[in-house]
């Protein structure tokens, strides 16, 4: 099956294709392409000249190459054998968009369909392997906001503290599946600078949902977008403005991210600060951890993906402000949690000042600190208790 290629794929390779190539094709069985003569041959050389050079830990890794049919369709697909079923399902659901929960796999491993944590190497896979999915694709309705597929994991309810256990964090920073994604995420990713990041500044990197807007009363419509923010937002960003360039991340679908920030008047609104580059959910990337014992998957935020695009920030000069811990998986020493912004519709939210206190806590520390890495930004509100009135 090597060179085989359907019209609407990219490129096929005769070996399992490395991270920033296309690793899932449908393939017409009928139809074989000679390498030496096609014309297509010439666009898979240009897409493989023009490629990022391969780390060894891409040139390492091991592929199987699998085939399988649906609805009657033939398909072939290569996975990595540090990838979980997960990840196997996400491909299958981009040729065929059958949704993970409405996959039946048969004839890939005996028994019963293996955890979504299993990794492939220990299903034992081998090149070749034929196997059958079964499932109905999903509508291609628009759905409401309140529908979006990553709103459920973006409610803080049963978050994880990854600063809790040093060693188990840094073995789960340095999986190899996980470095992987983060050099996928990079050469995926596309940053539209909308502010000139400035020379010397620190880097805030900043959720939105829950953090500094209550999402819910927004996209329902039941507040106006101002009534929807937290208290003194534009107060808190022109404060650390002069020592922070800012990145909005948001686990939220471009569309809508775009019209809250317009909304909300961070973009466009006249105020004393400009936010350089907004990120959504495209970066983000699911992970595995275990709470209580048992697995747990959900989306991170790796800071190492806008670090790889701006080389001037780091460890050393960026701060990661968010209402869930579960972000900071592959950056806890860099993870701010900073308590849910809900309810803005009672009185309680209204008197709330959360962001004057990280105001004084991330002024405090850029003008103190040097480098980022000594300080433990766990105990923020101890040391905003021991600082002077602002």
Same mark, same amino acid.
């Given at each position: 099956?090597?060179?085989?290629?359907?019209?609407?794929?990219?490129?096929?390779?005769?070996?399992?294709?490395?991270?920033?190539?296309?690793?899932?094709?449908?393939?017409?069985?009928?139809?074989?392409?000679?390498?030496?003569?096609?014309?297509?041959?010439?666009?898979?050389?240009?897409?493989?000249?023009?490629?990022?050079?391969?780390?060894?830990?891409?040139?390492?890794?091991?592929?199987?190459?699998?085939?399988?049919?649906?609805?009657?369709?033939?398909?072939?697909?290569?996975?990595?054998?540090?990838?979980?079923?997960?990840?196997?399902?996400?491909?299958?659901?981009?040729?065929?968009?059958?949704?993970?929960?409405?996959?039946?796999?048969?004839?890939?491993?005996?028994?019963?369909?293996?955890?979504?944590?299993? *990794?492939?190497?220990?299903?034992?896979?081998?090149?070749?392997?034929?196997?059958?999915?079964?499932?109905?694709?999903?509508?291609?309705?628009?759905?409401?906001?309140?529908?979006?597929?990553?709103?459920?994991?973006?409610?803080?309810?049963?978050?994880?503290?990854?600063?809790?256990?040093?060693?188990?964090?840094?073995?789960?920073?340095?999986?190899?599946?996980?470095?992987?994604?983060?050099?996928?995420?990079?050469?995926?990713?596309?940053?539209?600078?909308?502010?000139?990041?400035?020379?010397?500044?620190?880097?805030?990197?900043?959720?939105?949902?829950?953090?500094?807007?209550? *999402? !819910?009363?927004?996209?329902?419509?039941?507040?106006?977008?101002?009534?929807?923010?937290?208290?003194?937002?534009?107060?808190?960003?022109?404060?650390?403005?002069?020592?922070?360039?800012?990145?909005?991340?948001?686990?939220?679908?471009?569309?809508?991210?775009?019209?809250?920030?317009?909304?909300?008047?961070?973009?466009?609104?006249?105020?004393?600060?400009?936010?350089?580059?907004?990120?959504?959910?495209?970066?983000?990337?699911?992970?595995?951890?275990?709470?209580?014992?048992?697995?747990?998957?959900?989306?991170? !935020?790796?800071?190492?993906?806008?670090?790889?695009?701006?080389?001037?920030?780091?460890?050393?000069?960026?701060?990661?402000?968010?209402?869930?811990?579960?972000?900071?998986?592959?950056?806890?020493?860099?993870?701010?949690?900073?308590?849910?912004? !809900?309810?803005?519709?009672?009185?309680?939210?209204?008197?709330?000042?959360?962001?004057?206190?990280?105001?004084?806590?991330?002024?405090?520390?850029?003008?103190?600190?040097?480098?980022?890495?000594?300080?433990?930004? !766990?105990?923020?509100?101890?040391?905003?208790?021991?600082?002077?009135?602002?």
């Amino acid at each position: 099956m090597d060179g085989l290629q359907s019209e609407s794929s990219t490129q096929v390779l005769s070996a399992p294709p490395p991270a920033h190539i296309s690793s899932a094709t449908q393939v017409p069985l009928q139809e074989t392409i000679d390498l030496e003569t096609s014309e297509h041959a010439t666009t898979i050389t240009a897409v493989q000249e023009t490629s990022p050079p391969l780390t060894e830990a891409e040139i390492s890794e091991k592929w199987v190459h699998l085939y399988f049919t649906w609805s009657g369709k033939p398909f072939e697909l290569d996975v990595a054998e540090s990838d979980r079923v997960d990840d196997l399902k996400a491909l299958l659901q981009s040729l065929t968009d059958v949704p993970p929960e409405r996959q039946k796999i048969l004839g890939l491993v005996k028994g019963k369909q293996p955890p979504d944590e299993e *990794t492939i190497a220990n299903l034992k896979l081998v090149s070749g392997r034929k196997f059958t999915l079964v499932g109905t694709p999903q509508g291609q309705e628009i759905k409401d906001p309140s529908q979006l597929e990553f709103l459920p994991d973006v409610v803080n309810d049963l978050d994880i503290d990854f600063s809790a256990n040093p060693a188990a964090a840094e073995a789960y920073i340095n999986d190899r599946r996980n470095q992987r994604k983060i050099r996928e995420s990079t050469r995926k990713l596309e940053v539209n600078v909308i502010h000139p990041l400035r020379e010397g500044k620190r880097l805030l990197v900043l959720d939105l949902d829950y953090t500094i807007l209550d *999402t !819910k009363p927004l996209t329902s419509g039941a507040l106006p977008p101002h009534e929807c923010a937290r208290p003194r937002l534009h107060e808190f960003l022109e404060a650390i403005y002069p020592y922070y360039d800012i990145c909005i991340w948001s686990q939220t679908s471009w569309i809508w991210l775009e019209t809250k920030l317009v909304e909300l008047g961070m973009i466009g609104g006249g105020h004393n600060y400009e936010i350089s580059f907004v990120l959504d959910k495209k970066p983000m990337f699911i992970v595995f951890s275990r709470r209580d014992g048992r697995p747990y998957k959900h989306h991170v !935020k790796a800071l190492q993906i806008i670090w790889n695009h701006f080389p001037q920030f780091n460890a050393s000069n960026t701060i990661h402000v968010d209402d869930l811990g579960r972000n900071f998986a592959l950056n806890p020493g860099e993870g701010l949690k900073i308590a849910p912004f !809900k309810d803005a519709h009672l009185p309680q939210a209204m008197v709330d000042r959360e962001l004057d206190k990280l105001t004084r806590y991330m002024v405090h520390i850029a003008t103190v600190h040097q480098d980022f890495r000594d300080v433990d930004h !766990k105990n923020w509100q101890h040391v905003v208790r021991g600082l002077p009135p602002a």
